[in-house]
């Protein structure tokens, strides 16, 4: 015998949990891949060794990887949530990479990330909050039996 929660899948939050995280993955590894490289040549011959170089690089495929792994988890989010529930969602990612980068990449936090770090969280609580038109079992795109 199944579980209801196994007979209805991967949460579709689940889903869209992994597609910020393998999301905010990618912006990390690319940002760590292109400082190693260095800066860009002024001629474009050498940009595009440059660029050639970081597509050949084994960690910028992992990232190509996480793309798809990503896209596929999203799919799965967007299946079973409303879009107007799901796409907010993705708005954490921003909050994950401005911290990744003071963390990994010692940039500065200043007030005007941690500023929009409030509004994208408050924006969350607003856009994510049940209607009052709309029964609870509904929200999410989720059917009430």
Same mark, same amino acid.
């Given at each position: 015998?199944?579980?209801h929660?196994?007979?209805?899948?991967?949460?579709?939050?689940?889903?869209a949990?992994v597609?910020?995280?393998?999301?905010?993955?990618?912006?990390?590894?690319?940002? +760590?891949? /292109?400082?190693? $490289?260095?800066?860009? @040549?002024?001629e474009?011959?050498?940009?595009? =060794?440059?660029? !050639?170089? #970081?597509?050949?690089?084994?960690?910028? +495929?992992? /990232?190509?990887? $996480?793309?798809?792994? @990503?896209?596929?988890?999203?799919?799965?989010? =967007?299946?079973? !949530?409303? #879009?107007?529930i799901?796409?907010?969602?993705?708005?954490?990612?921003?909050?994950?990479?401005?911290?990744?980068?003071?963390?990994?990449?010692?940039?500065?936090?200043?007030?005007?990330?941690?500023?929009?770090?409030?509004?994208?969280?408050?924006?969350?609580?607003v856009?994510?909050?049940?209607?009052?038109?709309?029964?609870?079992?509904?929200?999410?795109?989720?059917?009430?039996?």
């Open positions: 015998m199944t579980s929660a196994a007979e209805r899948g991967t949460s579709p939050f689940v889903a949990g597609t910020v995280m393998l999301t905010v993955y990618g912006q990390g590894v690319v940002k +760590w891949r /292109v400082d190693r $490289a260095g800066d860009t @040549a002024d474009v011959p050498q940009q595009l =060794i440059w660029a !050639l170089e #970081l597509l050949l690089d084994p960690w910028i +495929w992992t /990232v190509a990887i $996480a793309v798809v792994i @990503a896209s596929i988890a999203w799919l799965a989010a =967007i299946s079973r !949530l409303d #879009l107007g799901a796409y907010p969602l993705m708005s954490t990612s921003l909050i994950l990479v401005v911290l990744l980068g003071v963390l990994a990449f010692d940039e500065p936090l200043t007030m005007a990330k941690i500023g929009g770090a409030v509004l994208v969280l408050a924006g969350l609580v856009a994510n909050r049940p209607s009052a038109s709309r029964p609870r079992a509904e929200v999410g795109g989720e059917q009430g039996a």
